[in-house]
């Protein structure tokens, strides 16, 4: 689908674009449609530059770690890619900080252009901040993308009235719920009065708490509606917050 508007609306501006593609997750049958081996992230490369038409992307990603494959295997691929031309730079996606860790050490020997780890992080879920992973990529001066910044929804004006039964919620996040729905929705109520104080929206603030800190160097928040996209993109207007509205979110956040 990106290849088709890619082709017909955004070719013009493919100077300006950063394009990125991740391989991990199945994309085709047997073995090597998933997970971090040479031949997975080699080939997947190769396949999503055909679908896009395009000669190179700007950040290629491991999607996710492979307890099967050698780590220095993964870095080595991902290296060599950039190498042949075909990525300017790579990521890596939900490693964790053990994880991270190691693999930087590869892309250092290697000289690999290393620039991000793509973790779900969102107001609600903190665990990028527990597990230390944070920490370790402004150590190493390089950033995160935050996946699910309004927690599939959770952290916009949708759910103010009460959070439905059948509230799915991504895999990565599940932990957000164990408080349960009436105490959560009682805090989503609390965030929103602090956000409304601010002239801002429940989303706009949620992706402006996450813009506010320099590991953070992007967002990629999921918008089937364009109004929400057009909310979304608002966020950037006002990304800094006072000490005492950060105390407040964190007292809300751990009440
Ligand atoms: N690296 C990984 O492993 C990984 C994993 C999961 C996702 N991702 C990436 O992250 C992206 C975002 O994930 P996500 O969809 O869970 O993100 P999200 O931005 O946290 O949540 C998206 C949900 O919020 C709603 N929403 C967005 N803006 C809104 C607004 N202004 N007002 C009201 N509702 C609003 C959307 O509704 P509508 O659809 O109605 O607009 C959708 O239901 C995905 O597209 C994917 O590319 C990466």
Redesign the pocket.
Known sequence: MFGQIYQADLKPYRDELVITT?AG?HMWPGPYGQMSSRKTLMTALDNSLKRMGLDYVDIF?S??FDPDTNLEETAMALDDLVRSGKTLYVGI??YDNAQTQEIIKYFHDFHTPFVVN???Y?MLNREVEEDGVLDTLKTNNVATVA???????L????YLGGIPEDFQI?W?STAVMDQGRSALTQKLNQLNEIAQNRDQ?M??MALAWLLKDDVVAS???????V???E??LKAVQNTTFTTDELDQIEKILHA
Do not use: I
Not at 147 to 153: D, M, R
């Open positions: 991740k997750f990603y999607h996710r996606s939900n793509q973790l779900s969102n996946y699910g910044p309004l927690a599939e929804g952290l916009t004006n949708r991504h990565s929206t989303a706009q967002v990629v928040t999921g918008a089937s509606k109004s929400h996209l909310d979304n």
